[in-house]
């Protein structure tokens, strides 16, 4: 049971573009919502995240917009530079679960130069 | 400091063959994962630890074993691979969930069941 949905499964983007990808959620029990990045070889490591009490968060050239009545949320990256390109996963966690991450399918973004 | 370490980073093996893949971490964590991770699935979780001496499943334990004899080590064991088991695996720790949810993630190895 896939309880995270991740769109699309890989973007190309424009250095300077917007990258945009989106998430959607099942389990409302969910309170955590990371967004992680993996370059190729390596581990995925924290890009930013939110909980579900703001609808916005934003980190330098990286937001995430929260909609909680409809269980979404979006990784928003301006400026994409080359140096972007990379795997994103959003995933949600909840407390009492020992903070299982439950990982969406994944979106290769390319950033062409 | 070196985070999360894996070892080893690539294994060929044969069906039916065994194999223990070794996670370390320094930084005093309580909570350790192993996630497996195959094309268009993401990473799904295999099992989990909450502290020394203890494990959990996760959503696909099937196959697999651990053990968490000391705080800073989650072995992942094979008893008999299959093709099946052909996929990257990382492990992660994270300190205290309650208060900080980040996870760190090891480098990954790669196993090949042929």
């Known amino acids: 049971q896939q309880q995270v949905k991740q769109s699309p499964q890989s973007l190309i983007v424009q250095k300077g573009g917007i990258s945009i990808i989106n998430c959607a959620y099942e389990n409302t029990a969910f309170d955590y919502f990371p967004w992680y990045q993996q370059f190729p070889g390596k581990g995925p490591a924290l890009l930013i995240a939110i909980r579900p009490d703001v609808s916005e968060k934003k980190e330098g050239r990286f937001t995430i917009s929260f909609n909680k009545s409809a269980k979404q949320f979006s990784l928003h990256i301006m400026d994409s530079q080359p140096g972007d390109s990379a795997t994103y996963f959003c995933a949600a966690s909840m407390s009492g679960s020992a903070r299982q991450l439950t990982f969406g399918s994944g979106t290769q973004l390319t950033v062409l130069p | 400091n070196a985070g999360v370490t894996q070892t080893p980073k690539f294994r060929v093996l044969k069906t039916g063959q065994s194999m223990t893949l070794l996670c370390a971490q320094d930084m005093n964590h309580e909570y350790m994962y192993w996630y497996r991770q195959d094309p268009g699935m993401g990473l799904r979780l295999i099992h989990y630890?909450?502290?020394?001496?203890?494990?959990a499943k996760g959503e696909v334990p099937d196959g697999y074993n651990v053990s968490r004899l000391k705080k800073q080590n989650f072995l992942l064991g094979l008893e008999s691979a299959a093709p099946s088991q052909t996929s990257v695996y990382f492990c992660a720790s994270s300190y205290s969930p309650r208060l900080n949810t980040e996870a760190f993630f090891g480098q990954g190895t790669r196993l090949t069941v042929v």
């Open positions: 630890s909450v502290g020394e001496g203890t494990t």
